[in-house]
């Protein structure tokens, strides 16, 4: 595991290509952050050209949805995607509450 350091974040985004892991994306900016996971998401596909859309077969999951059925998480990584060697998956609304959820992974 490593950590970024906010003068970093872009230069990492932009380095090709990004290898499969799990990425944690937060901070007090909402907007930033979204912006930030969906450049990385779209780097997954190779294309860091927009940082308005997601390209590609992203899974978005809510953290609502984690907290009521945590299985679902293991369930759609270990899921083959369409379009990607590496399934993409997006959680909104995070919180701590999501650790005990991917240490299981």
Same mark, same amino acid.
């Given at each position: 595991?490593?950590e &970024?350091?906010?003068?970093? +974040? ?5 380095? @090709?290509p990004?290898a ?5 994306i ?6 930033? +952050?979204?912006?930030?996971s969906?450049?990385?998401?779209? #780097? @997954?596909?190779?294309n860091?050209? #927009?940082? @308005?859309t997601l390209h590609?077969d +992203? ?8 907290e009521a059925e945590p299985s679902? &998480? =293991?369930v759609? =990584?270990?899921?083959k ?5 590496t399934? +993409?998956?997006?959680?909104r609304? =995070?919180?701590?509450?999501? &650790?005990?959820?991917l240490?299981?992974l």
């Amino acid at each position: 595991m490593s950590e &970024l350091k906010a003068y970093q +974040v872009d230069a990492f985004l932009q380095s @090709q290509p990004t290898a499969p892991g799990i990425y944690l994306i937060y901070g007090s900016d909402a907007g930033l +952050v979204h912006e930030r996971s969906i450049l990385l998401c779209n #780097s @997954q596909f190779g294309n860091t050209g #927009s940082n @308005q859309t997601l390209h590609g077969d +992203v899974i978005v999951l809510e953290m609502n949805e984690l907290e009521a059925e945590p299985s679902i &998480l =293991a369930v759609k =990584a270990l899921t083959k995607s369409m379009f990607a060697e590496t399934p +993409v998956i997006r959680i909104r609304n =995070a919180s701590k509450n999501i &650790l005990p959820i991917l240490t299981e992974l």
